[in-house]
């Protein structure tokens, strides 16, 4: 098995691609070990000295470290991601599946106008934000400032509020005029 490595913008998060799908649907970002109790691999990842955070996208692993060098934990990362895959285990431990809760805000009256912004991220955002190792979520609505979350390479991504102010709240506002603003959530 063959294992593609890209960097991020952000020069902590690295991007595996195990040329299969991860994940189906969605994505889903860990930040603590206990987090990844329900995924025997993310879990093995937090054992390496300096994994901060983990993401599994629909066909990409990305890992966030801390102060060590990418010259250690990339070889010990790309083999425990190997060994993953290639030994056909699931993902996540019987029963856990789910992905993380999805609670958002928004008046009811502005549904139409949240559908709308939510396929235009669906659409037009995530695909970019996934090839830079992240994810971007819809959170909420309220008196015209949209709220996002960002995960993975892209969550304390130095480049990340340039991506929402001059991206992403560029799009929403050019298709959506009830949008003034977008925030992180």
């Not at 895959?85 to 009256?109: M, Q, V, Y």
């Not at 991220?121 to 992240?134: C, L, N, Q, S």
Request: aromatic share 8%; proline share 6%; net charge negative.
């Amino acid at each position: 098995m063959f294992i593609q490595t890209e960097t991020t913008p952000n020069p902590s998060t690295l991007k595996f691609l195990p040329g299969c799908v991860v994940l189906p649907a969605g994505a889903r970002e860990f930040r603590t070990r206990e987090s990844a109790a329900c995924a025997p691999l993310v879990e093995a990842l937090f054992e390496l000295a300096g994994v901060e955070a983990v993401m599994l996208g629909s066909d990409f692993v990305s890992v966030t470290k801390g102060d060590v060098d990418w010259a250690h934990l990339k070889p010990a990362a790309l083999g425990l991601i190997m060994m993953h895959f290639s030994s056909g285990e699931p993902l996540f431990r019987e029963g856990d599946e789910s992905a993380e809760g999805t609670s958002e805000f928004f008046d009811p009256a502005d549904a139409p106008v949240v559908e709308t912004i939510k396929n235009l991220i669906e659409t037009r955002v995530r695909p970019a934000v996934a090839r830079d190792g992240g994810d971007i979520t819809f959170r909420g609505l309220r008196d015209g400032v949209v709220y996002l979350s960002m995960k993975g390479a892209c969550s304390g991504c130095p480049s990340s509020a340039a991506t929402l102010k001059s991206g992403v709240e560029n799009l929403l506002r050019h298709y959506v005029p009830q949008v003034r603003a977008v925030e992180q959530a």
